[in-house]
């Protein structure tokens, strides 16, 4: 092989490597539980790749509608704690389950990264008017919302989306529900951004309430939740497609140099 074509294999091949580099976002992520019977739990998925040592914030005290610095706020007298990721990178369409949220003197436990209070004098998940929030910056100071779920309409009991800005993942299912969990697809579709119609419509969620532990009874849903990573189906991607390129390059060279 002669060394232009040396050259040009070099330049391509060093080029596909730097496409097939995934950037790793800051944080997107939707429900996919929420227990507030028991123990209490929830569980999230990642739309995205979660850089290392994120930190994401979760409260279940109600925002009261307005915009971020302009005069959005909490109000007082529930609890907050914070989840932060692994020391690696947390790949798209991991499902994190956060359990323990009201166990008495211990923080929460996660299956991935590690879950402290910030602020536990009323801690644990309410079912009925409760939403829990989860977002970037610092305790009880949101600089961006992620996601949002609730168990009844929203008010000022429950809590609103309003003033949380654009691109929350949210969902609110009626009824004061104690439990609930999705049940929609976690495989087949092309990107992790194709399963957010599903996760935020509630037909695609299954819910129990009434007296008990409804989170461990027998008939589902059933805390913890289902932590089965959400998977895609790949598309040719930069690396394949040049690869294939490549390869044909190799092969007409060849020819050339039969001749």
Request: glycine share 14%.
């Amino acid at each position: 092989m002669n060394k232009t074509y040396k050259s040009i294999i070099g330049t391509v091949v060093a080029g596909l490597l730097a496409a097939s580099v995934n950037s790793t976002a800051a944080a997107n992520i939707a429900f996919t539980g929420f227990n507030a019977d028991g123990l209490d739990n929830l569980s999230f998925v990642t739309l995205e790749s979660i850089a290392p040592s994120t930190t994401i914030y979760f409260s279940d005290q109600e925002w009261n509608g307005l915009g971020i610095g302009s005069g959005g706020a909490f109000n007082t007298g529930e609890s907050g704690f914070q989840w932060t990721s692994p020391a690696f990178t947390l790949g798209a369409g991991t499902v994190v389950s956060i359990n323990d949220i009201n166990q008495v003197g211990l923080d929460p436990i996660s299956n991935f990264g590690t879950t402290t209070f910030h602020d536990g004098a009323n801690k644990g998940i309410s079912n009925s008017d409760e939403s829990i929030y989860a977002y970037l910056g610092g305790a009880y100071a949101p600089t961006s919302f992620l996601a949002i779920i609730g168990n009844d309409v929203e008010s000022v009991a429950v809590g609103s989306t309003a003033g949380t800005g654009a691109g929350v993942n949210k969902l609110h299912i009626l009824g004061d529900e104690d439990i609930m969990a999705y049940v929609g697809p976690r495989s087949g579709l092309t990107s992790f951004a194709d399963y957010l119609p599903f996760l935020t419509d509630s037909a695609n969620w299954i819910t129990q309430d009434g007296s008990g532990d409804q989170g461990i009874d027998g008939p589902a849903p059933n805390a913890p939740f289902d932590a089965t990573p959400f998977t895609v189906v790949p598309e040719p991607t930069a690396l394949s497609l040049g690869a294939l390129g490549l390869l044909g390059l190799i092969f007409r060279q060849r020819l050339v140099a039969r001749r």
